[in-house]
């Protein structure tokens, strides 16, 4: 099973590297997958995993969906 931490944690890395904060908040995870702040509270608690808004944030910053939910590098594809 895919744990909606692990994912929300490569999310977290990917934008520390691209926006050059030192620290990312939900809302700005939220921000980032398209989600209302209260509605990313809300698949946190209940561990949903957004997988279309997660989708398209792969494409906006040219990451590997499956890195983002697997930690599958692509060379091992």
């Known amino acids: 099973m895919i ?5 929300m944690q490569r999310v977290k890395e990917i934008l520390l590297e691209k926006e050059q904060k030192k620290k990312i908040l939900d809302k700005d995870i939220a921000k980032s997958l398209g989600l209302d702040p209260r ?10 995993i957004p997988y279309e808004q997660l ?5 906006k910053t040219e990451t590997s969906l499956n890195w983002v939910l697997l930690k599958q590098e692509p060379q091992s594809l």
């Open 3 to 7: 744990a909606f931490q692990e994912v």
């Open 39 to 48: 509605y990313f509270a809300v698949i946190k608690r209940r561990n949903k």
């Open 55 to 59: 989708a398209y944030f792969c494409k």
